[in-house]
Nanobody
């Protein structure tokens, strides 16, 4: 079992930066692929980014490439999402997720993950 807790959300202006954190319980954090999703008001949850077990490879949605960066520190059981040049359309609840299997096809959908955090709100004003 893995429990995930997100933090670092808040209210910022367009162009500002935020760093989100996701802390995981347990002793086997390095065994999990970690991802970030977001859900805007009135919309379905969408993929943002994921990172492989060792952190050697990262993958992003087209809408966030060049602005958002996912990273992990396995010694601290934590995954991060550095968010730069934020836009109003980035406003959403951001969720982290963990998958105990690593698939060659990637981890782009909700069904690819086994555990979810409760989310942290990010609001970007213009």
């Amino acid at each position: 079992q893995v429990q995930l807790v997100e933090s670092g959300g808040g209210l910022v202006q367009a162009g500002d930066s935020l760093r989100l954190s996701c802390a995981a319980s347990g002793r086997t954090f390095s065994s999990y692929v970690m991802g970030w999703f977001r859900q805007a008001p009135g919309k379905e949850r969408e993929f943002v980014a994921f990172i492989t077990r060792s952190g050697a490879r990262t993958y992003y949605a087209d809408s966030v490439k060049g602005r958002l960066t996912i990273s992990r520190d396995n010694a601290k059981n934590t995954v991060y999402l550095q968010m730069n040049s934020l836009k109003p359309e980035d406003t959403a609840v951001y969720y982290c997720a963990a998958a105990y299997r690593e698939y060659y096809s990637g981890h782009y959908e909700e069904s690819d993950y086994d555990y979810w955090g409760q989310g942290t709100q990010v609001t970007v004003s213009s």
